[in-house]
Nanobody, 124 residues
Framework: QVQLVDSGGGLVQAGGSLRLSCAASGRTFSSYAMGWFRQAPGKGRELIAAISRSGGSTYYADSVKGRFTISRDNAKNTVDLQMNSLKPEDTAVYYC?????????????????WGQGTQVTVSS
């Protein structure tokens, strides 16, 4: 089992940057693929980025490709999301999530553990 704590959200102007971080408890962090989801008001939760257990494989939704970068540090039990060139439509609550998977998998669904979420607001 793993517990996740999200942080790093805030208010930023369009074109700006934010870095989200997710800290995981437990000694088996490297057994989990990690994902970042977001949920905008009135919309469903969507996967925007995922990273495999070792960090060697990544996935990005088209809406963030080229602007966001997911990374992880298995020694520190953290996964980050660097967000650049932010747009008002990126405004949402962002959640990190974990799923036990084979080594090179970047799962698109079926995540088992979730952070509490952190609010990102991008003003125009």
């Amino acid at each position: 089992q793993v517990q996740l704590v999200d942080s790093g959200g805030g208010l930023v102007q369009a074109g700006g940057s934010l870095r989200l971080s997710c800290a995981a408890s437990g000694r088996t962090f490297s057994s989990y693929a990690m994902g970042w989801f977001r949920q905008a008001p009135g919309k469903g939760r969507e996967l925007i980025a995922a990273i495999s257990r070792s960090g060697g494989s990544t996935y990005y939704a088209d809406s963030v490709k080229g602007r966001f970068t997911i990374s992880r540090d298995n020694a520190k039990n953290t996964v980050d999301l660097q967000m650049n060139s932010l747009k008002p439509e990126d405004t949402a609550v962002y959640y990190c999530a974990a799923k036990q998977t084979p080594p090179y998998s970047t799962p698109l669904r079926g995540y088992d553990y979730w952070g509490q979420g952190t609010q990102v607001t991008v003003s125009s």
